[in-house]
């Protein structure tokens, strides 16, 4: 543990947040969350986080102690600017340079150094979130180099040492269900396959193993593979 100092978790409540949450309260004495709402379709994800963080603090004390407020910022501007399949009503497809369509240029940009922000009037030198490269739909600003960078850019800019965490950068989802599951059992399992929302089209009427969601759009295909290796990975 990471003695006495306050951590910033981007949370969006979906699968990959939800597990860095649980990551967070696992090493910070104090933990604040962050959502941003810039007009995604799967919307859905930000009614999730409230149902997340009201259970999460059950699964563990000491988690109910270090877990502090939760801000949630609109970023609707975001959506305004952006013609991609995640802020348009429009097919999810490949673009013509290889990157899918739900890439939404300068999101995990604006949503960093929008945090960087919040954390610095709350005074968390940590800001944690769940972009992964291993996986991943070779969306830029998902990668370590990116965020390195980016850390180093926030720091200087705003004069401060902050610290961007990526706990989930080398693992692929697989590897993030086994974290949750080491970080709080099947009662973590439990709570993220049923509470949080990964589905590009906010899809939350049809149960899986894995969770709610289409089944079909990238997201859905994602966890519920990652899910099915974890699976077959306890099994054996
Ligand atoms: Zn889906």
Same mark, same amino acid.
């Given at each position: 543990?990471?003695?006495? %100092?306050?951590?910033?978790?981007?949370?969006?409540? &979906?699968?990959?947040?939800?597990?860095?949450?649980?990551?967070?309260?696992?090493?910070?004495?104090?933990? %604040?969350?962050?959502?941003?709402?810039?007009?995604?379709?799967?919307?859905?994800?930000?009614?999730?986080?409230? =149902? *997340?963080?009201?259970?999460?603090? %059950?699964?563990?004390?000491?988690?109910?102690?270090?877990?502090?407020?939760?801000?949630?910022?609109?970023?609707?501007?975001?959506?305004?600017?952006?013609?991609? &399949?995640?802020?348009?009503?429009? %097919?999810?497809?490949?673009?013509?340079?290889? *990157?899918?369509?739900?890439?939404?240029?300068?999101?995990?940009?604006?949503?960093?150094?929008?945090?960087?922000?919040?954390?610095?009037?709350?005074?968390?030198?940590?800001?944690? &979130?769940?972009?992964?490269?291993?996986? /991943?739909?070779?969306?830029?600003?998902?990668?370590?180099?990116?965020?390195?960078?980016?850390?180093?850019? *926030?720091?200087?800019?705003?004069?401060?040492?902050?610290?961007?965490?990526?706990? *989930?950068?080398?693992?692929?989802?697989?590897?993030?269900?086994?974290?949750?599951?080491?970080?709080?059992?099947?009662?973590?399992?439990?709570?993220?396959? =049923?509470?949080?929302?990964?589905?590009?089209?906010?899809?939350?009427?049809?149960?899986?193993?894995?969770? /709610?969601?289409?089944?079909?759009?990238?997201?859905? =295909?994602?966890?519920?593979?990652?899910?099915?290796?974890?699976?077959?990975?306890?099994?054996?």
């Amino acid at each position: 543990m990471i003695a006495d %100092e306050k951590a910033l978790v981007l949370f969006s409540g &979906g699968q990959d947040s939800a597990t860095c949450l649980a990551w967070a309260l696992e090493k910070f004495s104090a933990v %604040e969350t962050v959502g941003f709402d810039y007009g995604q379709r799967h919307r859905i994800e930000l009614e999730c986080r409230s =149902e *997340l963080l009201a259970r999460i603090v %059950e699964i563990n004390p000491t988690w109910k102690e270090r877990l502090g407020a939760d801000h949630t910022l609109d970023l609707s501007v975001l959506g305004q600017i952006s013609e991609t &399949g995640l802020t348009r009503d429009a %097919e999810i497809a490949l673009r013509e340079d290889g *990157l899918p369509n739900t890439f939404v240029p300068g999101r995990n940009l604006l949503f960093f150094t929008l945090a960087a922000a919040l954390a610095f009037r709350r005074k968390a030198r940590h800001m944690i &979130g769940g972009m992964c490269e291993t996986d /991943y739909s070779g969306y830029p600003d998902c990668r370590d180099d990116t965020l390195k960078a980016l850390q180093v850019t *926030l720091n200087l800019g705003m004069g401060s040492r902050s610290v961007i965490h990526t706990p *989930l950068m080398w693992i692929d989802k697989a590897g993030t269900w086994a974290l949750a599951q080491d970080l709080g059992g099947d009662l973590l399992l439990d709570l993220i396959t =049923e509470h949080s929302h990964t589905c590009y089209l906010g899809e939350r009427t049809v149960r899986h193993e894995w969770g /709610y969601g289409c089944g079909t759009c990238p997201a859905c =295909e994602l966890r519920a593979r990652g899910y099915e290796s974890f699976r077959e990975g306890t099994r054996s």
